[in-house]
């Protein structure tokens, strides 16, 4: 079955530092993968998606993420986190012909000025 | 595009009532998802329309749970004698095409007291 873990609970950083985010999947399939944001009371929205080429990825507000299949890992990254990127990350795998998502249990991010 | 639009935003009910929410995904799209969101978890799939064919259901949605979408635009989601577990942000999300991302509304947030 297809799963996501994301095995960072929480985490902080200060305004100006790098930041990653870890991501491992499991899936049978080339996956295609997805990270999410969500601010508090607040619906998701997609901060970049993978579905095939080039494994390092570009999205919104200055993050990355790669696809590593060998470490079936995709991993979101930032050169320098700014205060308002404090919110919760999900990391997502599409599934089946649906196309639903299945979604990781989430990583906290807050930054300290 | 106006983006999917849920409603209500908040609902605050007894136990043993039965509640309604409503959907109304991005006009073009054909594709509806409603998933569950409990706090300091990710969303669980709950089940996927195609236009107005309900396609998948997961365990997780009871006899109590049932889901609609009569005309393949807007759907409603019901909860029939609702319990405290069933406290949790219900989130809607529609796509175009098989393989594009998700986009997802603000949520329903449910409490059952």
């Known amino acids: 079955a297809q799963s996501v873990t994301q095995p960072d609970i929480h985490i902080t950083v200060s305004e100006g530092a790098s930041l990653e985010l870890r991501c491992n999947y499991s899936y049978g399939a080339t996956p295609y993968l997805f990270w999410y944001v969500q601010s508090p009371g607040q619906g998701l929205q997609l901060l970049l998606k993978?579905?095939?080429?080039?494994?390092l990825v570009q999205g919104i507000k200055g993050f990355e993420a790669e696809f590593k299949r060998s470490q079936s890992s995709f991993n979101l990254r930032k050169p320098s986190v700014h205060w308002s990127d404090a919110a919760e990350y999900f990391c997502a795998v599409g599934a089946g012909n649906t196309d639903k998502l299945i979604f990781g249990t989430g990583t906290r991010l807050q930054v300290f000025p | 595009d106006t983006g999917v639009s849920q409603d209500p935003r908040h609902k605050i009910t007894k136990r043993g009532q039965n509640v309604t929410f409503r959907c109304d995904p991005i006009s073009e799209h054909n594709r509806l998802y409603w998933y569950r969101q409990t706090l300091g978890q990710g969303p669980e799939f709950l089940t996927y329309?195609?236009?107005?064919?309900?396609?998948?259901k997961s365990r997780l949605l009871s006899d109590r749970f049932s889901a609609e979408r009569p005309k393949g635009s807007f759907s409603t989601l019901e909860i029939q004698r609702t319990e405290q577990g069933d406290s949790a942000m219900y989130l809607c999300a529609s796509s175009a095409s098989p393989r594009t991302p998700l986009h997802f509304g603000n949520g329903t947030r449910l409490t059952v007291t």
């Open positions: 329309f195609q236009n107005e064919a309900q396609l998948e």
């Open positions: 993978y579905f095939s080429g080039d494994t």
